[in-house]
Protein backbone atom coordinates (compact mmCIF):
# COMPACT_ATOMS: atom_id res chain seq x y z
CA UNK A 1 0.00 0.00 0.00
CA UNK A 2 2.90 2.34 0.53
CA UNK A 3 4.00 2.61 -3.29
CA UNK A 4 0.48 3.28 -3.93
CA UNK A 5 0.89 6.35 -1.56
CA UNK A 6 3.64 7.74 -2.84
CA UNK A 7 2.57 7.11 -6.44
CA UNK A 8 -0.47 9.21 -5.64
CA UNK A 9 1.73 11.98 -4.11
CA UNK A 10 3.93 12.55 -7.13
CA UNK A 11 0.43 12.56 -9.07
CA UNK A 12 -0.58 15.21 -7.19
CA UNK A 13 2.77 17.05 -7.23
CA UNK A 14 2.54 16.67 -11.06
CA UNK A 15 -1.03 17.91 -11.62
CA UNK A 16 0.06 20.78 -9.15
CA UNK A 17 2.73 21.93 -11.16
CA UNK A 18 0.75 21.73 -14.87
CA UNK A 19 -2.27 23.80 -13.58
CA UNK A 20 0.01 25.54 -11.72
CA UNK A 21 1.91 26.54 -15.34
CA UNK A 22 -1.72 26.66 -17.37
CA UNK A 23 -2.51 29.32 -15.38
CA UNK A 24 0.79 31.02 -15.96
CA UNK A 25 0.53 30.80 -19.67
CA UNK A 26 -2.97 31.97 -19.76
CA UNK A 27 -2.82 35.02 -17.50
CA UNK A 28 0.61 36.58 -19.28
CA UNK A 29 -0.33 35.22 -23.25
CA UNK A 30 -1.35 38.35 -25.67
CA UNK A 31 -0.94 39.46 -28.85
CA UNK A 32 -0.56 42.73 -30.80
CA UNK A 33 -2.14 43.21 -34.03
CA UNK A 34 -1.79 45.85 -36.47
CA UNK A 35 -5.37 46.39 -38.09
CA UNK A 36 -5.97 48.30 -41.35
CA UNK A 37 -9.03 50.54 -41.10
CA UNK A 38 -10.33 52.82 -43.47
CA UNK A 39 -10.90 55.52 -41.09
CA UNK A 40 -7.73 55.75 -38.80
CA UNK A 41 -5.37 53.94 -40.98
CA UNK A 42 -3.39 51.27 -39.03
CA UNK A 43 -4.92 50.70 -35.44
CA UNK A 44 -2.67 48.59 -32.71
CA UNK A 45 -5.44 46.39 -31.35
CA UNK A 46 -4.22 43.71 -28.21
CA UNK A 47 -5.78 40.44 -27.94
CA UNK A 48 -5.61 38.89 -24.22
CA UNK A 49 -7.25 35.34 -23.44
CA UNK A 50 -9.98 37.35 -21.76
CA UNK A 51 -11.59 38.51 -25.06
CA UNK A 52 -12.30 35.13 -25.58
CA UNK A 53 -15.28 32.91 -23.41
CA UNK A 54 -13.58 29.49 -23.78
CA UNK A 55 -10.12 30.68 -22.50
CA UNK A 56 -11.68 32.20 -19.48
CA UNK A 57 -13.54 28.64 -18.98
CA UNK A 58 -10.11 26.98 -19.60
CA UNK A 59 -8.64 29.61 -16.42
CA UNK A 60 -11.75 29.04 -13.65
CA UNK A 61 -11.22 25.49 -14.42
CA UNK A 62 -7.45 25.27 -14.25
CA UNK A 63 -7.44 28.05 -11.63
CA UNK A 64 -10.16 25.58 -9.72
CA UNK A 65 -8.35 22.68 -10.69
CA UNK A 66 -4.95 24.32 -8.73
CA UNK A 67 -6.32 24.76 -5.67
CA UNK A 68 -8.05 21.53 -5.09
CA UNK A 69 -4.41 20.55 -6.21
CA UNK A 70 -2.86 22.35 -3.27
CA UNK A 71 -5.08 20.83 -1.35
CA UNK A 72 -4.98 17.20 -1.91
CA UNK A 73 -1.30 17.44 -2.54
CA UNK A 74 -0.57 18.22 1.31
CA UNK A 75 -3.39 15.65 1.86
CA UNK A 76 -1.04 13.36 0.29
CA UNK A 77 2.32 13.99 2.07
CA UNK A 78 0.27 13.58 5.34
CA UNK A 79 -1.09 10.09 3.84
CA UNK A 80 2.68 9.25 3.17
CA UNK A 81 4.24 10.83 6.04
CA UNK A 82 1.24 8.92 8.67
CA UNK A 83 0.52 6.25 6.45
CA UNK A 84 -2.67 6.47 7.10
CA UNK A 85 -5.64 9.10 6.32
CA UNK A 86 -6.60 12.06 8.67
CA UNK A 87 -9.94 11.11 9.09
CA UNK A 88 -12.66 8.16 7.73
CA UNK A 89 -14.94 11.39 5.88
CA UNK A 90 -11.67 12.43 4.11
CA UNK A 91 -11.13 9.22 1.89
CA UNK A 92 -15.07 9.68 1.00
CA UNK A 93 -14.51 13.52 -0.12
CA UNK A 94 -11.10 12.16 -1.71
CA UNK A 95 -12.93 9.64 -3.96
CA UNK A 96 -15.82 11.58 -5.05
CA UNK A 97 -14.03 14.98 -5.25
CA UNK A 98 -11.73 13.78 -7.60
CA UNK A 99 -13.74 12.55 -10.17
CA UNK A 100 -15.71 15.37 -10.01
CA UNK A 101 -12.71 17.97 -10.40
CA UNK A 102 -10.85 15.88 -12.96
CA UNK A 103 -13.99 16.40 -14.98
CA UNK A 104 -14.23 19.98 -14.68
CA UNK A 105 -10.44 20.03 -15.69
CA UNK A 106 -10.98 18.22 -18.61
CA UNK A 107 -13.58 20.59 -19.55
CA UNK A 108 -11.21 23.57 -19.27
CA UNK A 109 -8.60 21.82 -21.69
CA UNK A 110 -11.30 20.69 -23.98
CA UNK A 111 -12.64 24.05 -24.17
CA UNK A 112 -8.85 25.83 -24.93
CA UNK A 113 -8.13 23.08 -27.21
CA UNK A 114 -11.78 23.67 -29.34
CA UNK A 115 -11.38 27.48 -29.69
CA UNK A 116 -7.58 27.26 -30.74
CA UNK A 117 -8.49 25.01 -33.32
CA UNK A 118 -11.28 27.23 -34.43
CA UNK A 119 -9.03 30.20 -34.32
CA UNK A 120 -6.50 28.34 -36.52
CA UNK A 121 -8.84 27.40 -39.25
CA UNK A 122 -9.87 31.21 -39.96
CA UNK A 123 -8.75 32.82 -43.36
CA UNK A 124 -4.99 34.12 -42.85
CA UNK A 125 -5.68 33.81 -38.79
CA UNK A 126 -7.80 36.68 -39.16
CA UNK A 127 -7.86 37.43 -35.41
CA UNK A 128 -4.79 36.87 -33.93
CA UNK A 129 -1.32 35.65 -33.83
CA UNK A 130 0.29 32.26 -34.49
CA UNK A 131 2.19 33.21 -31.29
CA UNK A 132 -1.09 33.60 -29.45
CA UNK A 133 -2.29 30.60 -30.36
CA UNK A 134 0.71 28.67 -29.66
CA UNK A 135 0.62 30.20 -25.65
CA UNK A 136 -2.93 28.95 -25.69
CA UNK A 137 -2.80 25.60 -27.13
CA UNK A 138 0.44 24.94 -24.98
CA UNK A 139 -2.09 26.39 -21.80
CA UNK A 140 -4.30 23.36 -22.87
CA UNK A 141 -1.96 21.01 -23.17
CA UNK A 142 -0.89 21.48 -19.65
CA UNK A 143 -4.40 21.59 -18.65
CA UNK A 144 -4.82 18.53 -20.12
CA UNK A 145 -1.72 16.43 -18.46
CA UNK A 146 -3.36 17.94 -14.97
CA UNK A 147 -6.69 16.15 -16.23
CA UNK A 148 -5.10 13.20 -16.61
CA UNK A 149 -2.83 12.92 -13.70
CA UNK A 150 -6.29 13.82 -11.47
CA UNK A 151 -8.02 11.18 -12.99
CA UNK A 152 -5.26 8.55 -12.74
CA UNK A 153 -4.87 9.95 -8.74
CA UNK A 154 -8.33 9.45 -8.35
CA UNK A 155 -8.20 5.87 -9.59
CA UNK A 156 -5.38 5.29 -6.96
CA UNK A 157 -7.33 7.03 -4.29
CA UNK A 158 -10.26 5.03 -5.14
CA UNK A 159 -8.08 1.30 -4.92
CA UNK A 160 -6.52 2.96 -1.53
CA UNK A 161 -10.25 3.53 -0.27
CA UNK A 162 -11.21 0.13 -1.16
CA UNK A 163 -8.53 -1.78 0.22
CA UNK A 164 -8.29 -0.07 3.65
CA UNK A 165 -12.10 0.76 3.98
CA UNK A 166 -14.14 -1.93 2.68
CA UNK A 167 -12.62 -4.93 3.51
CA UNK A 168 -12.08 -4.18 6.90
CA UNK A 169 -15.50 -4.90 8.27
Given at each position: ?6 V ?34 D ?61 I ?53 F?I ?9
Amino acid sequence: MGCLVIVNLLLRVVSFGCLATCVTILTTSSSDMSVASVFHGDVEVKYRFTDFYAYRYMLACSGAGFVYSLLQTAIAIIQAKTGDCICDKLIHFDVYADKIMSMIVGTGAAAGFGLTVDLNRLPNRAMVTVDFLNKESAAASFCLAGFVCNMISSFISFKIFKDDYLYDC
